[in-house]
């Protein structure tokens, strides 16, 4: 958790301190109820069972504490985790040693906002004005924990640009004794 922490920035007091939020949101969206009033909900009674002061069922400060979360809290959690599944896996679960990692990757569109196209702009196979901001997301996936290792996103280019380029800035998080699956596999959001 000190990896977490030193990448938490420093906040005032708040009913939604960073690491509460994060833990808040990991709960959320494993949770069958999904709702942000679930998780006001539940912050309320965790504060009333601790004898804290109440805080609002409003989801406002919920909703604006997860827009705070730093990137790099999140991206080291997630690195963090997907690490220690990897290591702490039975050595019978390589395939003859060596860890399998898979790359996969998918497309998401956006609001049309400005700050969504500046972003991630459309592809030019688009008419001007036409369509939404389309982003790609490549991961790198242990293929016997299931973890995500590695990630990259950038704006979709068009039809026939490919995952390779991603596959490429993610290759640090692979070494040259695994196995991976992309070589000149096509893109699987197939833009």
Same mark, same amino acid.
């Given at each position: 958790?000190?990896?977490?922490?030193?990448?938490?920035?420093?906040?005032?007091?708040?009913?939604?301190?960073?690491?509460?939020?994060?833990?808040?949101?990991?709960? !959320?969206?494993?949770?069958?109820?999904?709702?942000?009033?679930?998780?006001?909900?539940?912050?309320?009674? #965790?504060?009333?069972? !601790?004898? !804290?002061?109440?805080?609002?069922?409003?989801?406002?400060?919920?909703? !604006?504490?997860?827009?705070?979360?730093?990137?790099?809290?999140?991206?080291?959690?997630?690195?963090?985790?997907?690490?220690?599944? #990897?290591?702490?896996?039975?050595?019978?679960?390589?395939?003859?040693?060596?860890?399998?990692?898979?790359?996969?990757?998918?497309?998401?569109?956006?609001?049309?906002?400005?700050?969504?196209?500046?972003?991630?702009?459309?592809?030019?196979?688009?008419?001007?004005?036409?369509?939404?901001?389309?982003?790609?997301?490549?991961?790198?996936?242990?293929?016997?924990?299931?973890?995500?290792?590695?990630?990259?996103?950038?704006?979709?280019?068009?039809?026939?640009?490919?995952?390779?380029?991603?596959?490429?800035?993610?290759?640090?998080?692979?070494?040259?004794?695994?196995?991976?699956?992309?070589?000149?596999?096509?893109?699987?959001?197939?833009?």
């Amino acid at each position: 958790m000190g990896t977490i922490e030193e990448s938490a920035p420093v906040f005032r007091h708040r009913h939604y301190p960073p690491l509460t939020t994060l833990r808040h949101f990991i709960e !959320q969206v494993l949770s069958e109820d999904q709702a942000c009033q679930d998780v006001v909900g539940r912050r309320l009674s #965790e504060r009333v069972g !601790q004898r !804290q002061s109440t805080c609002s069922l409003n989801t406002s400060a919920y909703c !604006q504490a997860r827009q705070r979360l730093p990137q790099e809290m999140v991206d080291r959690l997630y690195r963090t985790t997907g690490e220690r599944l #990897e290591t702490r896996l039975p050595k019978s679960w390589r395939w003859r040693g060596r860890r399998l990692v898979l790359f996969d990757g998918t497309t998401v569109s956006m609001p049309d906002t400005l700050a969504s196209q500046c972003a991630f702009p459309q592809s030019a196979e688009q008419q001007p004005g036409l369509g939404f901001p389309v982003a790609r997301l490549s991961g790198l996936i242990g293929l016997a924990s299931g973890a995500v290792l590695g990630h990259a996103v950038s704006a979709c280019e068009g039809k026939g640009s490919g995952g390779i380029p991603q596959g490429q800035v993610l290759q640090n998080h692979i070494l040259p004794s695994e196995i991976n699956n992309w070589g000149q596999t096509p893109c699987p959001c197939n833009c």
